[in-house]
């Protein structure tokens, strides 16, 4: 059998990883700026991560959500404590997608409405009601077409008010700050717009955190630097640095009700070990404040560069658009000084590095693209 191909691949194999280095099966030795897609929030085979879940596999590594788990009741603690959300509850899946597709449905059954707002160039995975949210019609299949999704321009509050006036919305869904498009920022304002809307309407703000959160910009949740709440705030990537792993945060003004939602392989003991040796790491080693940190270092080392157009997120969530003449400068961080970063199209280069990345690590990329850039 051949693998269904859906991807274009880099004929790169990596073999071994430890922090932001890994290592391909040449033997060839590669910084990794990227984090695969954002995942990886403590590093390549965190000697933590990879002790507390290799004992965990060899006592239970699965069992159904038929029987206690404590380890999904500590999780539950421990992430409200991290993230300051302790009153909400949690509900655990598998991946980013299912965490949006969870959220949007417990929005639907608590408001008994079918509508959702999203924004233009928003990313929310793949599932149905996830890619619906998601405005990139290539993407979607004629299955996924539904009427119940209207997009509004980021940052427009005019349009979003003008649109929840026609009445019969669920939910608002907004990315912390989004990603896939580009790495465009809500303003605070807006923000502060948005949370008045959906309360004056009724509707459920769901706050998409699947690749802003776990500390990337600088607080746990992007949203935090503009002092708003969410209803419903999603998580995935970093949340379990590679092990599958997604979390519903729910406010206590929705209620659970028995089989209201479910998931055979979600909140399972290893995922569960993963995602609290994630939590271990981020607060030892003051992960939030290292992004915030390296996240500054990164901006000035690279205000005002002559291959930027546009320099644009937060903490280790960054995008750089390049000017024409630069457009291809991706491939050569990656084949010619073996960094991996990510992208945005041709034009945008995006950093998501490990939270644990060293000043030493950040500087060795900035000279690298200043040098190819000279
Ligand atoms: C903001 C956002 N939401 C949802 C998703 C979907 O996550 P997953 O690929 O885990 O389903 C992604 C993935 O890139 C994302 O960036």
Redesign the pocket.
Known sequence: MNLFEVYKLWNIEPVRGLDTTLWDKEGEVYTDLYGG?AVISVGHCHPHYVKTLSEQIGKLGFYSNAVQNSLQKDLATRLGKACGYDDYSLFLCN????A?ENALKVASFHTGKAKVLAFRKA????TSG?VAATDNPKIQAPFNATQNIVFVPLNDLEAVDAELARGGFAAVII?GIQ??AGIYEPTAEFMHGLRALCDRYGCVLIL?E??SGYGRTGKFFAHQHHGVRADIITT??GMGNGFPI?GVLISPSIKATYGMLGTTFGGNHLACTAALAVLDIIENEHLVDNAAKIGRFFADAFAGDKAIKEYRGKGLMIGMELKDEYVGLRDRLLFERHFFTGAAGAQVIRLLPSLTISQETAESFVNAWKELTK
């Open positions: 897609h991946s980013g997608a299912e949006n990313f929310h995975g793949r996830a990315e990603g896939v998409d699947i690749q995935a990537k997604g």
